[in-house]
């Protein structure tokens, strides 16, 4: 087996991260900008190897971006002083328990991410893949100087469907609103 350049800015998150506000299938524009397929990925705390991936990718991409983040300055801003895709879900997201006790990276691109199962089959049937899931994401994180904005940010590459997981955003499935008979009076 050859041993192809890795790219120092790529990772692959570990099977327990969760994917949530999972546009994967249709590219959605955000306040009128080009649409984007996106994903926010919830990777637990306890996940040490995959943060520490991250946070390694992120400082290949700080230093392989100097010359962007400089911009027409005259120094480089520090890593700390720009935007960071790695955030704390407990500081930034208090009020949802789905990023509690775990960081989170906002993942898009403008093309379809693609998608496979545990197998590496393609998942074709959009149901399959919902905002709740758990699986693995291939991320690639970049540098960007951008209307006064500087900081790294991650492109989304492909994705795989490791297991289901409870549904986010709080809608029922048809299955869970019919598998009770509530209704009494029903044809009566």
Known sequence: ?????Q??????????TRWSYANVWDP???????????????????????????KTAIEAAYKEG???LKGSGKTVPALSAIKSPLRDGDT?????????????VNANAASAPGIVDADVNPI??????YSGVYGRASITFYAF????????????????KIRDGEPLGGKASAEEDFAADDDEDFLN
């Not at 100087?145 to 790294?152: A, P, R, T």
Request: aromatic share 4%; proline share 8%; glycine share 8%.
């Open 92 to 104: 930034e997201r208090p009020d949802d328990p789905a990023y509690a006790h775990a960081y989170f």
């Open 145 to 160: 100087n951008s209307s006064g904005n500087k900081g790294i940010a991650c492109g989304l590459n492909n994705l795989q």
């Open 66 to 68: 100097e010359a962007k």
């Open 7 to 16: 790219n120092p800015m790529k990772v692959i998150t570990g099977p327990d």
């Open 28 to 54: 959605k524009s955000i306040n009128g900008g080009t649409p984007k397929y996106s994903v926010s990925l919830i990777i637990p705390k306890s996940d040490a190897r995959t943060l520490a991936k991250i």
């Open 1 to 5: 087996m050859s041993k192809k350049m």
């Open 124 to 129: 074709l049937t959009r149901s399959e893949v």
